[in-house]
Every structure is written in C-alpha cells, then in structure tokens.
C-alpha cells in the first residue's frame, strides 16, 4: 500500500524562506533514511528551485511531499509560482543558460540530481517544478 502526505509547505517570499525549505527537506530526508550524499542532493536541488521560485517567479509555494511504500520512499519537492513563466523551456533546461546573470545551473542542476522532474509552465500562467527522490530501501514506519 502507498501513502502519500505532504509534511511541509513553505511561502517562499525572500532569501530567508530558501533557509527554511532547505531545513525542512533536510528534517525529512533525515527522517526516512536517505544517506547524507542523498541529502546533500535533495538540499541542493530544493535550494535551487527555491532561488528560482524567488527570483523569476516573484515568490511562490513549495511543498515537501512524502511517498511511502514497502519497498521505498520517494520525497517530492513541489515548487509553484505565479510569475511569467518560461517562454522557451528547451533553452531554459540548457547547461549554462541564465536570464539573471547566474551559472544557469538551477533547473538543469536540479533535473540532473532528481530521480523525476517534470516541469509546468505557460507563459504568463506561472510555473511549477516537481523532482522527486527515491530511497533504495523500505521507508523506516
């Protein structure tokens, strides 16, 4: 039987909400036994998308969601903003590409690290990133 919970959500309007997704991801990595490379990935990639969220969305949400079954866990990380969307997705998921001056790394970065990704978005209507991480083992009950 699969269970799916979402443990935390989180108003991302400045930097000091990034601090705080990062934490709350952490706290539940921790909990269902993803080893700490695991972790350092799932907080890198929820660090990333948080920025993103932040600084081309305008803010947004992002939940920290929690699937269980008797073989895994996967943590899903969902971050939705109302912004302008990404005109040309393909160029956005390029290595390097940044409309903000950055490495380019933050959606690409996070698709590499993320075991799903998926990604949603219309110009003017927003955009929502999901990744998902999984556990290789039974989540700890």
């Known amino acids: 039987m699969t269970s799916l919970l979402t443990v935390h959500e989180v108003h991302i ?25 695991e972790q350092t990935k799932l907080v890198t990639a929820a660090s990333e998308l948080a920025r993103n969220t932040l600084k081309h969305g305008g803010g947004g ?5 929690l699937e269980q079954d008797t073989h895994r866990a996967t943590l899903r990380l969902v971050f939705r903003d109302e912004g302008p969307g990404i005109a040309d997705v393909e160029l956005a998921l390029t290595d390097g590409y940044s409309t ?17 990704f998926e990604l949603k978005t219309e110009p ?11 556990t290789g083992r039974a989540a700890p009950r």
């Open 100 to 116: 903000a001056g950055g490495l380019g790394l933050g959606l690409t970065g996070a698709r590499r690290l993320a075991d799903e």
């Open 124 to 134: 003017g209507q927003g955009t929502t990133v999901i990744v998902g991480f999984h």
């Open 61 to 65: 949400t992002a939940e920290v969601e």
């Open 13 to 37: 309007r400045d930097e000091v909400d990034i601090v705080q997704i990062r934490q709350a991801v952490r706290e539940v990595a921790v909990s269902v036994g993803f080893s700490l490379v």
